[in-house]
């Protein structure tokens, strides 16, 4: 059963279609009353009068109305009209966690941040006493404010047993897209990321949603599915007797203890995996506490790196001490003066994202004219032009995906990292320009006709010309010291530059 868009439903106004399944379609609609967009999923009405669909239907309504919590879709309303049975929901702008899954595994800060959030929102869901059963990529959606869970139309609510422990009413066996309805007997859920138990048929708790968890987090690690085969089958066969290779096998730098994070999630017995989502949680925040730990307390260098990096260093160090002393001395020629704090407003329409967003710090042009800085509006991420002079700010078309901005030495460009690639935007106008690959870039400065950056989160800094080129290094990463060189920065001389490791000249590396 297919709306057309300006179909009324209560005082909803049908807009474009956003998606369809099993239990429905889903479409955009505009809520006359309040003047805001709204996700609107309708059960088709040949549909409505089979008791067991609908009970289904009104069991998803209830489930997500009694779960307030930030990573959880919110559910607005529900409603009927001429046999339509429909629920209203918040409309999420940003993409599923199974379509950003389609260009490759998730960034390490991507997946902590995310991973830590699904496992909140899964913890609030059981001990709501609401087990999930279909947790996989397509039911969670990556917004601006973070990840959200969605669809529980497969949720059952659950028993409590004599023993304490908690129950779904029902089992169910595989059901498929295509399959009216779930028949008794069958699983519910999507084969590659169901738990052991629930392929087998057997009674599931909250440990099964567990199980899917660490599926979704192998995936968002390697890129790769937990459980593969050619067929249903043969995925059974894998979930049931086989163990995914190690994350760290497919990804060599990724932190060990995720690997036991995830494998203990991937327990084919639940008994041996985590209990409860909240212990995943923690754990996953731990990770993220440490890793930013370790990057700002480094371990002391070896001899043999101090001989090679540090003592050549120590001229440009001078330099750079001597620029600090005389900073500092300007600063205390009065300090009986007031303490001035400034700040740059943005438009109430935009989000202004940091470097813990995944946005990057602003940037001011070399002259002072003008900032460049990472935001989203309308759900969609880019870069924004900040004039010092009048305050004026404008989007800058061709940056959508746009993040750590830099300027040129001239001010009359801006590089910045998207589509995973390193790109070049005249301020003037005109298409960005690609200018080497960079697959999770962590910051770019640019000198001259040289551009300075590190191409992934692991990696070495590279130089490239500012017309773009093959990238060359010019440092070595010590994988027994330092794990990554990160935010390499241009001094004002233009030809040395100083990064959280490193400090050298362009010309001949460090």
Known sequence: M???????????????????????????????????????????????????????????????????????????????????????????????????????????????????????????????????RDLKPGNIMLTPTGAKLLDFGLAKPAVQLVSGATLTVATLTAATQTDPVTHEGMIVGTFQYMSPEQVEGKDLDWRSDIFSLGAVLYEMVTGKRAFEGKSQLSVASAILEKEPAPITVVKPLAPPVLDHVIRKCLAKIPDDRWQSAADIKHEISWISQSSAEALAFSPPPKKAFRNKVLVPALRTLALIG????????????????PVIRASINVPPEVTLLTLGDQGGAPAISHDGSNLVFTGVTNGKQMLFLRSMENATVKALPGTEGGKFPFWSPDGKSIGFFADQQLKRLEVAGGPATSLAAATDARGGTWAGDTILFTPYIYEAIYRVPASGGKPTPVTTVDRSQYSTHRWPHFLPDGKHWWSGIFMGSPANGV
Do not use: W
Request: aromatic content about 4%; some cysteine; charged content about 25%.
């Open 2 to 132: 297919t709306i057309a868009p300006g179909t009324t439903l209560g005082p909803y106004e049908i807009g474009t279609t956003l998606g369809a399944g099993g239990m429905g379609e889903v479409y955009r609609a505009r809520d006359t009353r309040l003047g805001r967009d709204v996700a609107i999923k309708i059960l088709p009405k040949e549909m409505s009068a089979d008791p067991v669909r609908k009970q289904r239907f009104d069991r998803e309504a209830k489930t997500i109305s009694s779960l307030n919590h930030p990573h959880i879709c919110v559910l607005h309303d529900v409603g009927s009209q001429d046999g339509v049975d429909y629920l209203v929901m918040e409309c999420m702008e940003g993409e599923t966690l199974a379509k950003r899954l389609e260009k490759g595994a998730l960034v390490l800060e991507q997946v902590l941040k995310y991973g830590a959030q699904i496992a909140d929102a899964l913890d609030k869901a059981h001990r709501s006493g609401v087990v999930h």
């Open 322 to 337: 001597a620029g600090v002393a005389g900073i500092l001395l300007l600063g205390r020629r009065d300090t009986s003066g």
